[in-house]
């Protein structure tokens, strides 16, 4: 005699809009922390109150938002074995060498590379380039934990509903606009400056580019969120770091620097992939495809321990 399962409305629902959820929590869990500061004396002090100097300088909504919202909608729908696969994927480093290469020397150069187009280096001040830039990632390394959430969680998801360019551009506009309350926060701006318009038009550029290259490369490395984590640190790379080598630059001509580099190289793998981002064509969902199965939001490698457990 069969029995049948009742699914409560609400799980029904969160299983066929996982991703309007995500976003939902993700965004709601950072601004929770953010638009408070920017409403203070440290943001664009429209209400007469300070805010801890820990909340003005650092969000615990950058990691807790998007990497947060991950891990609650994963055990929701998934459940334990779902976070723990989601939790393996942060120490999948068995990936091939040119890729710790491509991520720790490339991501330099090219920046370095885009700033000679506006500007001569300062040879001699290299040793200080490469002291700020080792710094500075171990830095983002240490503290940068979105990974989990726009890479983990939302980007298999996209490139399964609208193909991995296009839900490599929808997931860097939703990244983007995540960043708009540290805009107005100048100790945490991502272009570490106070907000100007033509800033925000050139982070959108360069984040909407980076975007394109992330998923490059994390279809490439079987969806390491290990790897996604290094190439967010190494590209975090700053003004101040470009300043070591170049002189005085500013923070727009850094945004348009880091603009342009990502921009070309976004549109290199583009061209070079014929717009695939190296996702692997058979997992590719027809348009009139409207059913997504949890099952097949996992990656490649994991559907083959399965089979190969069950045998």
């Not at 399962?5 to 993700?26: D, E, M, N, T, V």
């Not at 506006?118 to 171990?138: D, E, I």
């Not at 701006?189 to 290259?213: E, R």
């Not at 003004?239 to 342009?260: C, K, S």
């Amino acid at each position: 005699m069969s029995q049948t399962i009742a699914i409560s409305p609400w799980r029904c629902w969160l299983k066929q809009h996982s991703l309007l959820a995500y976003f939902i929590l993700a965004f709601s869990i950072s601004w929770l922390f953010e638009l408070p500061v920017v409403l203070s004396h440290a943001g664009l002090g429209w209400l007469p109150y300070n805010v801890p100097p820990l909340l003005a300088n650092s969000s615990p909504g950058v990691p807790l938002g998007p990497t947060g919202a991950a891990f609650i909608l994963t055990a929701l729908l998934e459940g334990k074995v779902g976070v723990m696969r989601l939790l393996k994927r942060y120490v999948q480093w068995r990936v091939s060498l040119k890729w710790y290469l491509l991520i720790l020397l490339g991501s330099p150069l090219l920046m370095l590379l885009s700033a000679s187009v506006f500007s001569a280096p300062h040879l001699q001040r290299l040793p200080f380039f490469l002291s700020s830039y080792s710094t500075h990632l171990l830095i983002a390394l240490a503290i940068n934990w979105e990974e989990g959430g726009w890479r983990g969680f939302a980007l298999p998801r996209l490139q399964k509903l609208a193909g991995p360019l296009w839900g490599s551009l929808i997931l860097g506009f939703m990244w983007g606009t995540w960043h708009l309350p540290l805009m107005f926060i100048p100790t945490q701006s991502p272009y570490g400056h106070t907000f100007t318009w033509a800033l925000a038009l050139f982070f959108f550029m360069q984040i909407m580019a980076k975007s394109v290259n992330y998923t490059w490369i994390f279809n490439n490395t079987g969806g390491s969120l290990l790897m996604a984590t290094l190439i967010h640190a190494a590209t975090s790379i700053n003004a101040h770091d470009i300043e070591q080598l170049f002189g005085a630059t500013g923070a727009l001509m850094a945004q348009a620097e880091a603009a342009l580099a990502y921009g070309v190289l976004a549109l290199l793998v583009i061209a070079l992939t014929r717009g695939t981002l190296s996702y692997p064509l058979q997992k590719a969902v027809l348009k009139d495809d409207k059913k997504l199965q949890e099952k097949d939001l996992m990656w490649p490698e994991d559907t083959t321990r399965r089979k190969e457990r069950s045998r």
